[in-house]
């Protein structure tokens, strides 16, 4: 039985975005580049993530922002966002992936 804190793979939403679709910055002190955000638009689907800097300096936990829009003809008829999402590249550098835990 989990604790309160506990997240398993069912209570998260998924995004999956072509590196190609994303930004990143190289740090001044020559490590790894840093995904910065992603964004892709699959009609009718519009999907984002974006580093959440404050979040990530106040937990000190590298986390991103991410939002999806499901667009109808006159208006959006689904708009989801998701404060606290968590970034991993697949092995081959082809994919970027981001958790996000749902509000319950």
């Known amino acids: 039985m989990g604790g309160a804190g506990d997240v398993s793979r069912e209570e998260m939403d998924t995004f999956f975005f072509p590196t190609i679709e994303c930004s990143a910055v190289t ?3 020559g490590r790894e580049s840093a995904i910065m955000s992603c964004r892709t638009s ?3 689907v ?3 993530c ?3 800097a404050d979040l990530s300096s106040t937990l000190r936990v590298p986390l991103y922002s991410c939002s999806s829009v499901v667009n109808g003809v006159m208006a ?3 708009v989801q966002d998701f404060p606290a ?3 991993a590249a697949d ?3 082809q994919m970027v992936q981001f958790a996000c835990p749902r509000a319950v």
């Open 27 to 29: 740090p001044q002190s």
């Open 42 to 44: 699959a009609p009718p």
């Open 46 to 48: 519009d999907a984002s």
């Open 50 to 52: 974006s580093w959440n």
């Open 76 to 78: 959006p008829v689904l």
């Open 85 to 87: 999402c968590f970034m």
């Open 91 to 93: 092995q081959s550098g």
